[in-house]
């Protein structure tokens, strides 16, 4: 089994910069071809935000293009949200996730991860 764990959230003024991390432990059997970050808002439903694969292709939602870059350390097993100019809109838990081998778009966007981590609260002030 594999366990995620999500660090780096915080509160923060809106402007400012956060680096969420996610560690991946347990299992080293298991192939994660691709890892993502969602993020929740009060009352709102969970949205993917960015995501990885393991040959560092990347994809970003269209409103944090060009102020939020995912990167991953495979040999460190860890996978990186640096966020810039956050928004207070974008207050939220940020979760990461991974994926087994043969996951979809479809799956990414619907959130069907096989791994989930506990989630980060990002809290961006006005």
């Known amino acids: 089994q594999v366990q995620l764990v999500e660090s780096g959230g915080g509160l923060v003024q809106a402007g400012g910069s956060l680096r969420l991390s996610c560690a991946a432990s347990?299992?080293?059997?298991?192939?994660?071809?691709?890892m993502c970050w969602y993020r929740q808002a009060p009352g709102k439903e969970r949205e993917l935000v960015a995501h990885i694969s393991s040959s560092d292709t990347t994809m970003y939602t269209d409103p944090v293009k060009g102020r939020f870059t995912i990167s991953r350390d495979n040999a460190e097993k860890k996978v990186y949200l640096q966020m810039n100019s956050l928004r207070p809109e974008e207050t939220a838990v940020y979760y990461c996730?991974?994926?087994?081998?043969?996951?979809?778009?479809?799956?990414?966007?619907?959130?069907?991860?096989?791994?989930w981590g506990q989630g980060t609260q990002v809290t961006v002030s006005s």
């Open positions: 347990g299992s080293l059997s298991v192939s994660i071809t691709v």
């Open positions: 996730a991974g994926f087994l081998n043969g996951a979809t778009m479809l799956d990414f966007d619907r959130g069907a991860a096989d791994f």
